[in-house]
């Protein structure tokens, strides 16, 4: 591959801690800390953005950030970054393809030590599947990633294999893992590529909070709108996983 081009960004990371606030009540308290890094020791991944869903309004929310996820996409690979696309259950689809071949070809390692990491509770009920929009039988219905994000053939990465994924971002010498797509309260978390499983595994990573989703049906608690449900899911990721930032760090107004 060519050599990257020697540039920064500077990232905007938001977390959340409790505190001891006011005369010693329990309060959550908002941070922000900002970081920049060269744009060639930054990775993001683009988790589960698939070209259909059982769920007919996870389709249309996909639908409406695919466009907006792709042009974030296609800024931060121009500036140097590494674009690794982690469709789960599809990789059958792309078997030969540059981009899949080169996640291949990575040399495999050994999964590290993992790192004790409480598993908090959700604050949204997902048990019905989470659809908003009636189906109750979850289908996988995939067969690719949406066709509205791109894949450059000659640079990107295709794999839905954690230890594959983390293979190609310790050969990448990645600083920051960024991670996008869908969903929140399920992919997000708990892929082996994804967040939950990185952070065991000591690797700095940040949710793209304005590029991502949940998939909760408002009738189940706590009974607020989707987007709520969305909401506090990413609050929770800052509160009890890792920091989050906005795709404006790589596309400022």
Known sequence: MDEAPQTTVTLHFRSQSLIKFNVAFNEWQTSF??????CHQIA?????????????????RVSQMAPRMNATLKI??????NIIHAPSET???YAGSPARERALSVPAISAPVEIEHKDYALPIDDSDGGSDTGETVPTPIWTCQHPVIQI????????DDGLQVLA???KLDIKRLLIMGVHTNM??????????????????????RDLTDSLYNPALPPYVSHDLGTWLMIEYIEKFWCSTI???????V
């Open 44 to 60: 993001l991944i683009v988790c589960d953005m698939w070209d259909a869903h059982w769920s007919r309004g996870a389709v249309e």
């Open 187 to 208: 992919c997000i978390l708990n892929r082996s590529f994804a967040i939950k499983q990185m952070v065991r595994w000591g690797l700095p990573v940040a949710l793209v």
């Open 76 to 81: 931060a690979r121009a500036l140097g970054s």
């Open 91 to 93: 990789m059958a689809y």
């Open 152 to 159: 450059d053939q000659e640079k990107d990465f295709i794999s």
């Open 33 to 38: 800390v900002e970081e920049t890094l060269p």
């Open 168 to 170: 190609i971002l310790k």
């Open 246 to 252: 906005t795709s404006a760090d790589f596309s400022p």
